[in-house]
């Protein structure tokens, strides 16, 4: 099954980029269709969007029990080496984060210096991003960030981030899928008339009629959210330079920027002209009356100099509550998609990193495993699992899977499941050892670590053991 070939351009850590401070979204053409979406975000994913429960059964069906069995009792293991790995991973990277974990609520912390403090996060910054490539994040580059960033909200609201007051300034996503936003007022109002009139039902339905079509006909929009966003910022004011840490879910790409902290955010012009010109006119006929009145009586006078008081206090506050409403809906917005922050944002990482490597892993030797006369190579042994993971979810043809075959390949290297051999050109090939060899040094490699505390497996032990 031929696999289209998957464009690493986009994503790639190490890739150029021009860096552009600031991002201001004031344009309404910049709203979300078809041709202003990110070209990159429409990549394949390079992470697995199944539960690995739902792979074990997939791979588990019409097999013979005693290799099912074998093949379960191998998982649990793998799993559980992973788990011991990353937990051991996680304590390190608490004990380097929490002297300068804003949030903290230990006591007798050690006091930092401004440069020991400096110091610190630049080893946090660098072991985060390790364990970003194990959860299969990609980051995006400033370009990437910049085409996010100067998109129109959905909310409506002016959104200015100046990236100029964070170093480093990342961003990075994993998964991105397609959605409906909620209807706006208008919307919901012509939805209810259409409802309840039939003959606007019928006039509505003229514009998808030849010779109407073509004239009614409008670019179909459509609506991409990040179903995972992290963020890793470190402002550069202050004495300490605390790194942020932010993990967000289902985030619009429209509304990215408001998640970023410290972000401006305003009514658009739009809708302050709307408000003012409510409260302008507003005061322009109480300031009329006024005149009227001070032409009658002073009492009359007291009575319209109340009213025009009242209306100037009235508009005010209009505007006030309608600048509160707009914030305050943003704000329930982010409440609702923020998942974690700074050390359990650091625990979420390192379980997506767990999950990840147990299902690359395993995808990997099953398929090896199923084919014991043959020595795979990389990019066979890639194609054939991106075929099968395509037949999980038939229904979704948005998103195709980059399975990470090198990393997996490595990762059974290290456990010495897997046997390499080399071609006349140098090229590597591969072929899984058998369950039963595999159970057997996954074993030993328990029984080590219980010892001496490593999961070391020698070569001179996998070398004695032989292929039936």
């Given at each position: 099954m031929n696999i289209p070939p998957y464009?690493?351009?986009?994503?790639?850590?190490d890739s150029p980029s021009k860096i552009i401070p600031t991002a201001t979204a004031t344009d309404s053409d910049n709203r979300m269709n078809m041709s202003s979406y990110p070209e990159f975000l429409e990549e394949p994913e390079n992470f697995i969007p199944f539960r690995m429960t739902l792979l074990l059964e997939k791979l588990l069906e019409n097999r013979p029990e005693e290799q099912a069995r074998g093949l379960r009792h191998l998982h649990r293991m793998l799993a559980d080496r992973f788990h011991l790995e990353f937990h051991e991973k996680l304590l390190h990277l608490r004990d380097l984060f929490i002297p300068i974990d804003p949030d903290r609520d230990t006591r007798a912390e050690p006091i930092l210096s401004p440069e020991e403090h400096k110091r610190k996060g630049e080893e946090v910054i660098r072991e985060i991003q390790s364990l970003l490539i194990s959860c299969n994040f990609t980051d995006m580059t400033d370009e990437q960030i910049n085409q996010c960033l100067t998109l129109q909200p959905l909310s409506g609201l002016k959104v200015e981030v100046d990236r100029l007051k964070f170093d480093p300034f990342q961003i990075s996503y994993r998964g991105c899928e397609q959605y409906v936003p909620s209807p706006n007022r208008w919307t919901r109002v012509k939805n209810w008339l259409l409802e309840k009139l039939p003959v606007l039902r019928k006039l509505s339905s003229l514009k998808n009629r030849r010779p109407f079509?073509?004239?009614?006909?409008?670019?179909?929009?459509?609506?991409?959210?990040?179903?995972?966003?992290?963020?890793?910022?470190?402002?550069?004011?202050?004495?300490?330079?605390?790194v942020i840490l932010k993990l967000y879910r289902d985030v619009p790409v429209e509304n990215l920027k408001i998640i970023i902290p410290d972000a401006s955010i305003k009514i658009t012009i739009?809708?302050?002209?709307?408000?003012?010109?409510?409260v302008g006119c507003g005061l322009i006929a109480s300031a009329l009356k006024l005149a009227l009145a001070a032409a009658l009586s002073w009492v009359v006078l007291l009575i319209f100099l109340f009213t025009f008081i009242s209306s100037v206090l009235k508009g005010l506050a209009g505007f006030i509550n309608s600048k509160t409403k707009h914030i305050g809906n943003c704000s329930q917005e982010l409440l609702y998609q923020n998942l974690s922050n700074n050390i359990g944002t650091i625990s979420a990482l390192v379980t997506m990193a767990e999950e990840q490597e147990?299902?690359?892993?395993?995808?990997?030797?099953?398929?090896?495993?199923?084919h014991p006369d043959r020595w795979y190579t990389a990019k066979e042994m890639d194609s054939e699992i991106e075929a099968w993971l395509g037949t999980l979810d038939p229904n979704?043809?948005?998103?195709?899977?980059?399975?990470?075959?090198?990393?997996?390949?490595?990762k059974l290297k290290e456990k010495a499941l897997v046997e390499v051999r080399q071609d006349d050109d140098g090229q590597e090939r591969y072929r899984a050892v058998d369950l039963a060899?595999?159970?057997?040094r996954l074993t030993t490699a328990w029984t080590r670590y219980t010892t001496d505390g490593t999961f070391g497996y020698s070569e001179n032990q996998a070398g004695q053991e032989t292929r039936p």
């Open positions: 464009n690493k351009q986009y994503g790639d850590r079509k073509k004239y009614f006909s409008r670019p179909k929009k459509k609506f991409l959210r990040l179903k995972k966003v992290f963020l890793l910022l470190r402002p550069k004011e202050g004495q300490d330079q605390t739009f809708d302050s002209v709307k408000i003012g010109a409510t147990v299902k690359e892993t395993f995808l990997a030797y099953v398929e090896l495993l199923d979704d043809e948005y998103k195709s899977i980059d399975f990470e075959e090198h990393d997996a390949l490595r060899a595999a159970l057997q």
